[in-house]
């Protein structure tokens, strides 16, 4: 057992205790340390992302050890898909809270923000980390409920309206995974996703499996905003002050959706065509509306929510594409590389969603508006905001070299090589509206014509935020480099391993 798993948990669980306390008596300590765990969560994630590799770490809380192979205890686990998020969750968690500290300023209650953060940051982390799904269900409801909170932070009408709309939409998505997983017990006498893989595996009803399914996928495709269950994002990520809408666009609906539907659709239930098939739909669905919602959009934070949209179903196509060829018996190679375009993007998107959402706090936290017809002739007053707001402009866009193009690339690829050309050509199509709205988002905001009187006043934003946007915008041209097989074996390919041999993850935790 590898004793630094619980540390994911344990150690924001316990800086939100510490914020609480001790903040209330030193001033201005919860802005550095919390973004002192975090950095040390960014680099325990890192560590942990090159040792795992092939294997599969288990710690086992209270030393529970299995009866006749049964596991009875809680399960923490770390495969290379874990490795992964957790550090998504960390790096951009460190980023946005460091980019907090000059910007949380204007917002009263700062213990309670950089606790809830902690918060948030060990219920994703949970999630992530956990070996079965009661845990999973725990940790999801302490990152939401944080969330909540945090998207009302502002305490004015529409955050307050936007933090109601997401709790009602969350609470339904609660309510169905509950429900799901009561089903789920009923049936195969066990909570550990391992253990359910194997009862499966020795009777499956279909009909009753397919229930389940839909119910933990509407569940968790709430949590994740994909269409049609898209309704709380835009309202929710535009509310928010900028570093949790980063957070939520940028890690949340990853943590607690993505990565919950792709780890329980490949490692415990059997991969069928009929879900493979509504998975790539709702996908595809997602992808197309949700770039024609955000080409529309004026206000900066919703044009990029709704492209959170969009480029979360490049994600659920390209997985739903990989599904759809093994459900079939077709190669396992074409379905390897649609994988590994998806969980590609999954990463890409963390950072320049990320750092766009840093840049339209930049500018709000600067000249006061989202409304990108109130702006111009920002380049020259805020040459940072301005280099970095493009490099992720052209990444998200999908041009060649950021890292957007190369996983886009990869997933039209894999389209066409498993005959599936409609959805290559809607991919295409999809990136080249996107470049249109950045386009437009990058004219007003920057190198439209503004008034002379105002320039003067209009200045860079302090040296936390500009940190956290240089480092976003580093990682948006470094992440290219996964395409190099050398690179692409140690971070990506591990993942892409567990996800096509479930057996991987189920013989370590149930020893068979």
């Known amino acids: 057992m590898n004793p630094l798993l619980p540390l994911f948990v344990v150690t924001p669980l316990a800086g939100a ?39 599969v770490s288990v710690y086992k809380v209270g030393g529970w050890e299995p009866i006749d192979k049964i596991p009875i205890g809680i399960y923490i686990v770390m495969d290379g898909f874990t490795a992964i998020v957790v550090c998504i969750i960390n790096i951009v968690g460190f980023l946005s809270a460091f980019y907090s500290i000059s910007y ?14 902690c918060l948030m940051i060990a219920g994703m982390n949970g999630v992530v980390i956990s070996g ?88 968790f495709g709430l949590k994740a905003a994909i269409m049609p269950f ?56 997602s992808m197309v509306t949700g770039v024609f919602l955000a080409i529309g959009q004026w206000d900066i934070k ?49 950072a320049f969603k990320g750092l766009l959402f840093l840049n339209a706090g930049s500018i709000e936290y600067t000249i006061g508006t989202r409304d990108l017809k109130e702006m111009g002739g920002l380049a020259k007053s805020m040459p940072a905001t301005s280099a970095t707001s493009l490099i992720a402009s052209l990444s998200i866009s ?15 690829i894999a389209a066409i090589m498993a005959h599936y050309y409609f959805l290559a050509l809607l991919a295409v199509i999809v990136s080249i509206i996107t470049l249109a709205s950045f386009m437009k988002f990058q004219r007003y905001a920057f190198f439209n014509k503004k008034d002379d009187k105002n320039e003067r006043r209009i200045k860079e934003v302090p040296f936390p935020m500009v940190f956290s ?4 915008s580093i990682l948006c041209i470094l992440l290219s480099l996964l395409v190099i097989p050398q690179i692409r074996d140690v971070v990506l390919s591990p993942a892409i391993d567990i996800l096509m041999d479930p057996s991987k993850y189920t013989s370590i935790i149930i020893g068979q």
């Open 17 to 55: 205790f510490l914020i609480m306390i001790i903040g209330r008596f030193i001033k201005e300590f919860n802005k550095y340390f919390a973004s002192l765990i975090l950095l040390f969560l960014a680099c325990l994630s890192l560590y942990f992302l090159f040792i795992t590799g092939e294997n």
């Open 104 to 117: 949380m300023k204007r917002y009263t209650a700062e213990n309670y923000y950089y606790a809830l953060f």
């Open 132 to 219: 079965d799904l009661f845990n999973i269900f725990v940790f999801l409801e302490i990152s939401v409920i944080s969330a909540y909170a945090l998207v009302a932070f502002g305490v004015e009408k529409n955050e307050l309206e936007a933090s109601f709309k997401y709790q009602v939409l969350g609470g339904i998505a609660s309510f169905l995974i509950l429900f799901g997983i009561g089903f789920i017990y009923w049936k195969a006498k066990t909570l550990n996703i391992a253990d359910i893989k194997e009862a499966f595996s020795t009777g499956y009803d279909r009909t009753y499996f397919l229930f389940v399914q839909i119910l933990i996928l509407s569940g």
């Open 230 to 285: 898209h309704a709380w994002l835009p309202d929710a990520h535009s509310s928010a002050p900028s570093p949790i809408s980063a957070m939520l666009s940028g890690v949340l609906i990853k943590a607690v959706g993505i990565y919950v539907i792709i780890r329980l659709f490949f490692n415990m239930f059997p991969i069928s065509g009929g879900m493979s098939i509504l998975i790539t739909t709702l996908g595809t669905l």
């Open 302 to 350: 919703r044009l990029l929510a709704y492209h959170s949209i969009s480029q979360m179903g490049y994600v659920v196509l390209s997985v739903g594409i990989g599904m759809m060829i093994i459900s079939k018996g077709g190669s396992k190679e074409i379905a390897a590389l649609a994988i590994t375009g998806g969980i590609f993007h999954l990463i890409n998107h963390a």
């Open 398 to 412: 999908g041009i060649p070299p950021f890292n957007g193009f190369f996983s886009k690339l990869i997933i039209i």
């Open 469 to 472: 946007m240089i480092i976003m």
